[in-house]
């Protein structure tokens, strides 16, 4: 009688002990470069490498918003709270290698939302790839970062490349405003650099000629010397596509410059924020500032800036959010498709993930149609133009 009644017992517990090694056995990682394993009740971990402090800071809060409202918006993905950890990339080298180097001590972080400056992201790419984690920036624009032979396997970008914004400025300037002579100023950053090389050589291609091409730190604390030699050359106009500090500083000082007098001031989104506007002050009116085209017309754009605005309590700090909520939609919808679950634990492939980002194709996302090329530019690119006017970017081209 005893042993009869403790044959049902034994059965149902070799029966539970099946059930669990079944879905053990489901949940068998072969991912050829490893899984994250999330247990029922832990959260998915992502992170983001913005800039978000020091003078360029409201370039990176304002991707950081964005990154924020998708997964507020989002809510629980497979049944699992989303998670973010935040680092400064600091837009520079520096900080991307400090960023990048946290990011991977964790190895249940699944994606990366990063970076805010091209500078960062050269070092935090290689390391963050090297881990096989996924990584989207929402403002990496330098063509360097998804150039043949110069790219990550595991990155990507919802912002546009520079290929397309300095041929759009290059044609702005020759067509509309009618400029012959051009010069252009970076600062050795890989977006610096590789958006003046590009506006040269489109420029060029026009018919323009590039009277002066130099290159000044991005610290620099005293820039007439650099005008003064430029103003010899004799633009119509100077491009300087660099970031807040030396940008106000060059529109500021080019104002005291003889033979500077009525020659135009451009530069490039890396300066579109409310922080330059007040660092120039004056020196600022009349720039035209190449940048991505906001005018998205969509129903969700405006749910977004509705939630940006009631969140943060203000109007957008810069020009990459609607990229950044884009980044991070590419990364959790890829998530939900390669994910594989088992009692409410997850299973996530880092290859299988990197290779569902890969595979995007016609996303519906803010700034368009998301659809990742071979070299991870996934953008639907849409450039302007604005003049500054009254202290505000106003966009008046196309």
Known sequence: MKQSKLIPLFLLAFSIFLVACGGAAELECTDAIGCVTIEDGEPIKLASALVISGANEQLGLDSQYGVEIAIAQRGEVLGHEVTLQTEDDGCNAEGGQAAGQKIVSDDQIVGVIGTSCSGAAVPMSAIVCGKGMVMVSPSNTGPILTAPGSRESCYFRTAHNDTIQGKAMAEYVYNELGVRQAAAIHDGDPYTEGLSTVFRDEFTALGGEIVAFEAESADASNVEPLLTTIAAAGPELIYFPVFTTLGSLIAKTAKDIDGLEGVILASADGVQSPDFLEAAGDAAEGMY????????????????????????????????????????????????????????????????????????????????????DANGDCADPKISVSEVSGGEFNAIWP
Do not use: K, W
């Open 289 to 372: 500032v190449s940048g991505p085209d906001l005018g998205f017309g969509n129903s969700l754009y405006d749910t977004f800036l509705n939630d940006y605005q009631e969140t943060y309590g203000t109007e957008p700090l810069s020009v990459f959010h609607a990229h950044a909520y884009d980044a991070t939609n590419l990364i959790l919808d890829a998530i939900e498709e390669v994910a594989q679950e088992s009692g409410g634990t997850l299973s996530i492939g880092r290859q299988a993930l990197i290779d569902a980002v890969a595979a995007t194709s016609g996303m519906d996302g803010i700034t368009g149609t998301i659809s990742c």
